[in-house]
């Protein structure tokens, strides 16, 4: 509560007066109509009758002359397009059983567990989830009111720690659609088509409108209805799909669609990936339901938003703004769905959407990493809008986004040797789509250069297949920082081949609160800590005061060498005004990477004495072989030197790959307790360098 309250005068402290009372009348009137709808509910709950079904649906409303002809349009129409192309199915099913036996064999597996009612939910691992229960975190036992009005649906709080309300969400987004559809196709199996009839059916059952968690945010409502219409592509011809259901079904999307316009996440000041959630699904179902009224209104609306988001969260540079390389993958899934649904159905986006659209692919072809694992800065909640993949991808794995952006845009130089093609375009493009890719020239990872991205202050170096990011952007989400770590001038870096050293990840949300704090501390990241102070102050487990400013000072790259040079100013809070300065130049020939932190102020000397605290965070695969060796899983050497004698402390520390995993690691960490300003010099010296004594 008392963060909330420090959230709340932090973000109104520079607003003029007149918005902040626009603000708070805001504020009333959406408690007033909540009051009253909540009222509204309990006396007359508004169900779609058969009647106000067909007579919603303008498009047909002549040749419908009773609810089971409903079912009959819905299967037989050929238009719109979706990129699950029934027409293709043989061709598809074909060309993956031809090319890519294992994937397929994978695909039917999971489809098996899930129809045996086995699911993998956030770091879970395997279970079993028989009969469904859509209000129920099965990680910690705790069940929300299926009844509970979904405004006043709240976090159980510290009363009840561990429980995480992102479970029964992730649960009822419904990405494992597509594995059951992907079973289908490739078996003719009907239990694939009863399972999927009966996972609907019951949600619906058990979720009515504006009742329940599942409501609660809208960005669950319009993620959920995309997966829904995906997966129905699959299962247009199966006798599982009774007109029973297709009319339950249809009812629904008219449902999450009233619901969805009616409860956009929008505020004035600040739209983030919830926002655009929003419109993809609403995107979605304004094409998928064109015989309806409102439908037509939906789909242009979502289209203008977002033209516009795309040009509000996204940096001239072509990163989401939100200060999160996995958000950006999420972020990049929203844009990128509505424009492929758009082309195929001859809607046209703006130019200037598809060109932001395509530079957030060009900062995923470089901001990956030479194994095609995606660099943790900022938060991992593992979040996706669809997935067609075989489950054993890694979270972190991203090389898919670049077949994405490749075929999308025919651009040969998303095509990287290295990377291949991920057999799950198959579904997508289809075998045109793969003829299409295996078309084009391929590039190689050793061909990427060193690259910035200065406006949202990643700045990357790389060789062949040695890497280091390095983060020194603002807290994103135009200072709000929902989901930015404390990891000014930190690194990941991955070198010869290996992770070595690590951003720890995010853990979780909500569920633990000391623990999200400790992920997204300073001393959980590669950079500097002073007087065990944060570089940002935190205000509420999603928002931090925007302190640390980073500025970068120099930035020079070459065939030879990259020199990255940048400082913030969190610590000027503190009573000498410190500023922490990170130099790190890059010897691409030489193996070696050296760093000198300065630690000043603009009087230049200190009037207190100051503990300057380094932690350097090592890969799971990492070991210490000595007090300053590392041996890689390899068996390859990195030395860290010192310029001054130092005591470097062996501490325990924590990897999280994906949301609810926490991984055992090791860090060093070493310190200074000085009363004047330090220069400190080091070296991560490796290859050939390292191998000497």
């Given at each position: 509560?008392?963060?909330?309250?420090?959230?709340?005068?932090?973000?109104?402290?520079?607003?003029?007066?007149?918005?902040?009372?626009?603000?708070?009348?805001?504020?009333?009137?959406?408690?007033?109509?909540?009051?009253?709808?909540?009222?509204?509910?309990?006396?007359?709950?508004?169900?779609?009758?058969?009647?106000?079904?067909?007579?919603?649906?303008?498009?047909?409303?002549?040749?419908?002359?009773?609810?089971?002809?409903?079912?009959?349009?819905?299967?037989?129409?050929e238009e719109p397009r979706c990129f699950i192309?029934?027409?293709?199915?043989?061709?598809?099913?074909?060309?993956?059983?031809?090319?890519?036996?294992?994937?397929?064999?994978?695909?039917?597996?999971?489809?098996?567990?899930?129809?045996?009612?086995?699911?993998?939910?956030?770091?879970?691992?395997?279970?079993?989830?028989?009969?469904?229960?859509?209000?129920?975190?099965?990680?910690?036992?705790?069940?929300?009111?299926?009844?509970?009005?979904?405004?006043?649906?709240?976090?159980?709080?510290?009363?009840?720690?561990?429980?995480?309300?992102?479970?029964?969400?992730?649960?009822?987004?419904?990405?494992?659609?597509?594995?059951?559809?992907?079973?289908?196709?490739?078996?003719?199996?009907?239990?694939?088509?009863?399972?999927?009839?009966?996972?609907?059916?019951?949600?619906?059952?058990?979720?009515?409108?504006?009742?329940?968690?599942?409501?609660?945010?809208?960005?669950?409502?319009?993620?959920?209805?995309?997966?829904?219409?995906?997966?129905?592509?699959?299962?247009?011809?199966?006798?599982?799909?009774?007109?029973?259901?297709?009319?339950?079904?249809?009812?629904?999307?008219?449902?999450?669609?009233?619901?969805?316009?009616?409860?956009?996440?929008?505020?004035?000041?600040?739209?983030?990936?919830?926002?655009?959630?929003?419109?993809?699904?609403?995107?979605?179902?304004?094409?998928?339901?064109?015989?309806?009224?409102?439908?037509?209104?939906?789909?242009?609306?979502?289209?203008?938003?977002?033209?516009?988001?795309?040009?509000?969260?996204?940096?001239?540079?072509?990163?989401?703004?939100?200060?999160?390389?996995?958000?950006?993958?999420?972020?990049?899934?929203?844009?990128?769905?509505?424009?492929?649904?758009?082309?195929?159905?001859?809607?046209?986006?703006?130019?200037?959407?598809?060109?932001?659209?395509?530079?957030?692919?060009?900062?995923?072809?470089?901001?990956?990493?030479?194994?095609?694992?995606?660099?943790?800065?900022?938060?991992?909640?593992?979040?996706?809008?669809?997935?067609?993949?075989?489950?054993?991808?890694?979270v972190l794995d991203m090389k898919y986004l670049?077949?994405?952006?490749?075929?999308?845009?025919?651009?040969?130089?998303?095509?990287?040797?290295?990377?291949?093609?991920?057999?799950?375009?198959?579904?997508?493009?289809?075998?045109?789509?793969?003829?299409?890719?295996?078309?084009?020239?391929?590039?190689?990872?050793?061909?990427?250069?060193?690259?910035?991205?200065?406006?949202?202050?990643?700045?990357?170096?790389?060789?062949?297949?040695?890497?280091?990011?390095?983060?020194?952007?603002?807290?994103?989400?135009?200072?709000?920082?929902?989901?930015?770590?404390?990891?000014?001038?930190?690194?990941?870096?991955?070198?010869?081949?290996?992770?070595?050293?690590?951003?720890?990840?995010?853990?979780?949300?909500?569920?633990?609160?000391?623990?999200?704090?400790?992920?997204?501390?300073?001393?959980?990241?590669?950079?500097?800590?002073?007087?065990?102070?944060?570089?940002?102050?935190?205000?509420?487990?999603?928002?931090?005061?925007?302190?640390?400013?980073?500025?970068?000072?120099?930035?020079?790259?070459?065939?030879?060498?990259?020199?990255?040079?940048?400082?913030?100013?969190?610590?000027?809070?503190?009573?000498?005004?410190?500023?922490?300065?990170?130099?790190?130049?890059?010897?691409?020939?030489?193996?070696?990477?050296?760093?000198?932190?300065?630690?000043?102020?603009?009087?230049?000397?200190?009037?207190?004495?100051?503990?300057?605290?380094?932690?350097?965070?090592?890969?799971?695969?990492?070991?210490?072989?000595?007090?300053?060796?590392?041996?890689?899983?390899?068996?390859?050497?990195?030395?860290?030197?010192?310029?001054?004698?130092?005591?470097?402390?062996?501490?325990?520390?924590?990897?999280?790959?994906?949301?609810?995993?926490?991984?055992?690691?090791?860090?060093?960490?070493?310190?200074?307790?000085?009363?004047?300003?330090?220069?400190?010099?080091?070296?991560?010296?490796?290859?050939?360098?390292?191998?000497?004594?």
């Amino acid at each position: 509560m008392i963060r909330n309250v420090r959230h709340y005068f932090y973000r109104i402290r520079s607003l003029p007066p007149g918005k902040v009372i626009r603000i708070i009348l805001d504020r009333f009137r959406n408690k007033i109509h909540r009051y009253w709808d909540r009222f509204w509910m309990r006396v007359k709950r508004e169900e779609i009758s058969n009647e106000r079904l067909i007579k919603a649906m303008i498009k047909t409303r002549a040749t419908l002359g009773k609810i089971e002809d409903v079912f009959d349009y819905f299967r037989k129409r050929e238009e719109p397009r979706c990129f699950i192309d029934f027409v293709r199915k043989e061709e598809i099913v074909r060309a993956l059983k031809t090319d890519y036996p294992e994937v397929v064999r994978s695909f039917i597996s999971e489809a098996d567990r899930i129809c045996d009612g086995v699911f993998s939910v956030m770091g879970s691992g395997d279970k079993k989830l028989q009969p469904m229960d859509w209000h129920f975190d099965f990680k910690s036992g705790y069940r929300w009111n299926p009844k509970t009005y979904y405004k006043d649906i709240e976090y159980p709080g510290k009363a009840c720690e561990g429980v995480d309300i992102k479970i029964p969400w992730e649960i009822s987004r419904f990405n494992y659609l597509t594995r059951l559809g992907q079973a289908y196709w490739l078996t003719g199996d009907e239990k694939y088509g009863r399972k999927f009839v009966y996972l609907i059916s019951d949600w619906i059952v058990n979720n009515p409108v504006k009742q329940g968690l599942n409501w609660s945010s809208t960005i669950e409502v319009g993620i959920r209805v995309a997966n829904w219409i995906t997966g129905w592509e699959f299962f247009k011809d199966s006798p599982a799909i009774a007109p029973e259901f297709m009319v339950k079904f249809i009812k629904s999307l008219l449902g999450h669609g009233r619901f969805i316009k009616s409860n956009l996440e929008y505020t004035e000041g600040l739209t983030s990936n919830h926002y655009i959630s929003n419109m993809a699904g609403l995107f979605y179902l304004g094409l998928f339901l064109p015989e309806f009224e409102e439908a037509k209104g939906w789909l242009n609306f979502s289209k203008r938003e977002l033209e516009k988001e795309i040009e509000k969260q996204v940096y001239s540079d072509g990163v989401d703004f939100e200060a999160s390389t996995c958000y950006h993958r999420f972020v990049l899934e929203l844009f990128f769905y509505p424009a492929l649904l758009a082309r195929l159905n001859r809607i046209d986006f703006s130019p200037d959407y598809l060109a932001q659209l395509k530079k957030m692919f060009d900062f995923t072809l470089y901001g990956l990493k030479p194994d095609g694992r995606m660099p943790q800065l900022g938060d991992n909640d593992s979040g996706r809008l669809h997935k067609f993949e075989a489950g054993t991808r890694e979270v972190l794995d991203m090389k898919y986004l670049l077949s994405l952006g490749a075929i999308f845009f025919r651009e040969p130089k998303y095509k990287l040797r290295e990377f291949g093609f991920s057999p799950e375009m198959l579904w997508i493009f289809g075998p045109e789509g793969l003829r299409e890719w295996r078309k084009m020239r391929e590039g190689t990872v050793a061909g990427l250069k060193s690259k910035s991205f200065s406006d949202a202050g990643i700045y990357i170096m790389r060789e062949g297949s040695n890497y280091l990011i390095v983060s020194s952007g603002p807290n994103g989400q135009n200072g709000n920082g929902g989901h930015s770590h404390n990891d000014k001038l930190s690194f990941e870096g991955f070198i010869d081949g290996e992770q070595v050293f690590i951003d720890p990840g995010t853990y979780v949300y909500t569920s633990f609160p000391n623990w999200r704090d400790k992920f997204r501390s300073a001393r959980f990241h590669n950079t500097v800590m002073i007087d065990e102070k944060e570089q940002n102050r935190f205000l509420t487990l999603f928002s931090m005061m925007e302190e640390a400013k980073p500025k970068v000072i120099k930035w020079e790259t070459s065939d030879s060498f990259d020199i990255f040079t940048a400082e913030h100013y969190g610590y000027a809070r503190l009573s000498d005004k410190l500023i922490h300065q990170r130099t790190i130049k890059f010897h691409k020939k030489d193996f070696r990477w050296e760093f000198e932190d300065k630690v000043y102020n603009l009087k230049n000397r200190f009037s207190d004495k100051h503990l300057i605290q380094w932690s350097l965070i090592l890969h799971p695969d990492i070991e210490i072989e000595e007090s300053n060796t590392l041996r890689t899983k390899k068996e390859k050497k990195i030395k860290i030197i010192f310029e001054n004698r130092i005591e470097i402390n062996q501490e325990d520390a924590w990897y999280s790959p994906e949301y609810g995993v926490k991984i055992p690691s090791k860090r060093f960490t070493w310190g200074l307790l000085t009363d004047k300003p330090i220069s400190f010099r080091w070296i991560i010296q490796y290859g050939k360098a390292g191998e000497e004594d």
